[in-house]
């Protein structure tokens, strides 16, 4: 109230109570009253049932016109804050309840931050193209015809679909046309509208090691999963459809496949497993669900391509860029056998384009330029020392731990002394290093032996803390048995 | 072939035919022979079964190494389009399916475009701030801390919520904290999350007239709903289980309601109306929907205020930026009781922020930065002519036709005679008008007398087409009964 800026009366009301109305100067007379009942009402200053000053008298006290106060009580009667009734005069409503919500009191959802994160799955925050990004954004959404402010084409921007279309011929070898394309935010929405949506139904066979929170997609969809095998030359395909007892006996529908570069295991999948899969699709109307969660990403030698060039009619190809950029982007696509298009439109819902128009525009002219290339080199060259760093230092440090799945991707697996897994995450843990071990990848059915090991996400720290992150790893892995 | 970048060789295959082999010039040898044989698989000139030449005899025909020739055999042995078996040499897959799938050979998806467009629900998409927007965007992205490039969280970013929390407290009236705030990619998402994830639960009682995209959202959910009545002081609100016989008999769990501007009828809901609705979730355990479409478009007055202000324990407050900025950013929030906020969480899935980070944090600077307002404040200026400029010309050339609803929001109803509504939505397609009838969105089951009507969205055109637009229009209304 010292603020020279504001109004200052005391209002006594009819309960005898000292009311201090604070007006702003600025803006409109009654907007200024308005806010300052309401403020009033809601600070519990102003009581339900508190019967408010007749206009003329409020007029008089605040200095303003009589029809100010008329508006402003007509505008909180309106909201309900107020009410009015002939013969008892404007009066702060019962009904309002005077405390705004506060904060939940519990402890705060986020887990604290580790000190060292060496999760899987996240490409390192720091190195989002910012400068290119904005430049794209800033070309994309000037040269971007009026239309796309308008409700939109539920598969995604043109723009983008032709993008990728070409891109991902180009880079993964993907058969397809832009037609075949949906843009969604992710893999766990394509998943979602999947299964959620009817396109496709289970049961679904999957790796035997992959993510959980796939697995409990689809379990919400109602999904079954049965796990194939896995050996040196990656998941078992050929178990599909050829043995009953294999696939739960009940047959899958389709496979779930990270043939690039096995989650979490790291190995690509053998040529002759990748045909037996588009085989089994083929000749028994199932379908291969490809995640290439990270399938630019490969170290020694140049990409595999994707199995969808196999036969682009029996695999449905997933891809986006929360490993490649971002994954606060929410940015992936589907490639589609067409004649899974049409389902998949009616379950995405036709209004619905889920992906911001401006990061499509955007991607769309960051892949056209030539910008996504020089970024996932750039990143390719960064990881590639990243990995290096982690075979030398474990080399130097800890020469019995084994290192796989090196070749390509954003993690690699370390192999633990049998038993060892739990109490080094616990030691991790302690060390404040997030880290995850293989066990929870591993799917609750299958019958491959349980191997102790960490999945190390090398990507996931700033590039200034790698090194004290590897540091502290090598802190907490298990000694050589004697 | 008469490109100079390109070297071309004719191989004579095992089986006589002659193969070319077009190599660019640019980047790895190893890659351009590995995309060339895999272009002629897809094309079919190497059908399955060829047997490849030697790497010998190929490399001495290309002037490449003969490791060239190797490696570049092995990658597509890798990935499946060659197969290579001890003593048959190298040979294409037999599965290959030659084919790339082709665009749908089927009618078009979009619909013709029609010459004028007054549908409802559309901002002029000609106005988006695509200047202000990118600068705001160029500002955010660079500004962003780098964890915004992280998972991130799945409730929204913090500068959103906050920015939201302020703005929608001072414009609307809301009482909230950034806390209670998760961001979403409109009120379809919302509705999905909030019935389809088991935040809520049915029967819901709806207004006898609204967008029946929503009801069959609610249907597909599995939940029942229940119109209210309709009459001069909006939708009976007054009748929520107070009679267990407009409500179905089984009780509304809760209410979804346009107290801003009634969607489509275009009133406000009454003060009591809207305290009733409050009052009933107080003390029934029952939730009120807001659904604030169009809540800052209020053209004789200023805004009505949010129903979630009364009490923010039991209104769940929708809103967007698809009137006010545009449908295409797919971006909206829900202001949630303190109680709901975890249930929806687990519905929206904690991994999943499904609104991209850069539109986040673009649109909290939009906000913060003032340009929010100055673009609310432009459109408001441009639509209250838009709607002037309909009032007169229905007084000059159809003065037998009423328009309510008018005092808000992008849209206004045109009250036709009895019996007329099928006939002039046919003339206006024949037209090339596209508009919606009142019929579409009246509730099947509500017992409020029929009305002809047309729903007239007047911020969709493009400002240069306004005119033309309502001059058409004029030419197919009904004329005046004799």
């Given at each position: ?91 702060v409503a019962e009904r309002i ?41 800033r070309r994309a959404i000037t ?87 896995l050996d040196d030359q990656g ?248």
């Open positions: 109230m010292s603020d020279p800026r504001v109004n200052s009366v005391t209002e006594a009301s009819r309960k005898g109570s000292d009311l201090h109305l604070d007006l702003r100067q600025t803006g409109s007379r009654r907007a200024a009253l308005a806010d300052a009942l309401r403020e009033a009402v809601r600070t519990g200053r102003l009581t339900p049932g508190t019967r408010l000053p007749p206009y003329r008298t409020l007029a008089v006290d605040l200095g303003v016109a009589r029809n100010t106060v008329a508006d402003a009580y007509a505008e909180l009667v309106a909201e309900g804050w107020l009410t009015a009734r002939q013969g008892s005069g404007t009066r309840a005077a405390k705004t919500p506060h904060g939940p009191k519990k402890a705060q959802v986020e887990p604290a931050r580790p000190t060292h994160d060496l999760r899987q799955g996240r490409p390192d925050a720091t190195s989002f193209p910012r400068t290119a990004w904005a430049a794209a954004a040269a971007a015809p009026h239309d796309a402010f308008g409700p939109g084409d539920s598969r995604g921007r043109p723009e983008l679909r032709h993008a990728l279309a070409d891109y991902l011929g180009r880079v993964r070898g993907v058969r397809t046309t832009p037609d075949h394309i949906i843009v969604c935010s992710g893999f766990a929405h394509a998943l979602r509208l999947l299964f959620g949506g009817g396109v496709l139904s289970g049961p679904v066979a999957v790796e035997s090691y992959g993510l959980p929170f796939h697995r409990s997609l689809l379990a919400t969809a109602g999904v079954r999963t049965v796990p194939l095998g998941t078992r395909t050929d178990a599909l459809g050829t043995n009953p007892a294999t696939t739960g006996g009940s047959g899958a529908r389709a496979v779930l496949l990270t043939p690039a570069h096995q989650f979490p295991t790291g190995g690509p999948l053998h040529a002759s497993r990748r045909t037996t899969a588009v085989d089994w699709a083929r000749t028994r109307g199932g379908v291969v669900l490809e995640d290439d969660y990270d399938g630019e990403f490969r170290y020694d030698r140049e990409p595999v391509g994707a199995v969808q060039g196999l036969d682009p009619h029996h695999v449905v190809y997933l891809g986006s860029v929360s490993k490649s950029l971002s994954p606060a982007l929410r940015l992936g696509w589907m490639v589609l056998p067409p004649h899974l298009v049409d389902a998949m439109l009616a379950a995405k819902g036709e209004r619905e384009a889920w992906v911001g128009v401006t990061d499509q525009l955007t991607f769309a002219e960051f892949v056209a330029s030539g910008n996504y290339d020089k970024h996932i080199r750039r990143m390719r060259q960064r990881y590639r020392v990243r990995r290096n760093r982690l075979v030398e230092v474990l080399a130097e440090r800890a020469p019995h731990i084994d290192i796989t799945g090196i070749a390509a991707g954003l993690h690699a697996l370390l192999r633990l002394p049998t038993g060892t897994e739990a109490s080094t995450l616990g030691a991790a843990t302690g060390n404040g290093i997030a880290v995850d071990g293989l066990a929870t990848f591993r799917h609750p059915d299958t019958d491959v032996p349980h191997r102790d090991g960490l999945v190390i996400g090398y990507a996931t720290p700033a590039e200034h803390r790698y090194s004290a992150a590897l540091d502290a790893l090598c802190g907490v892995l298990p000694l050589p048995r004697a």
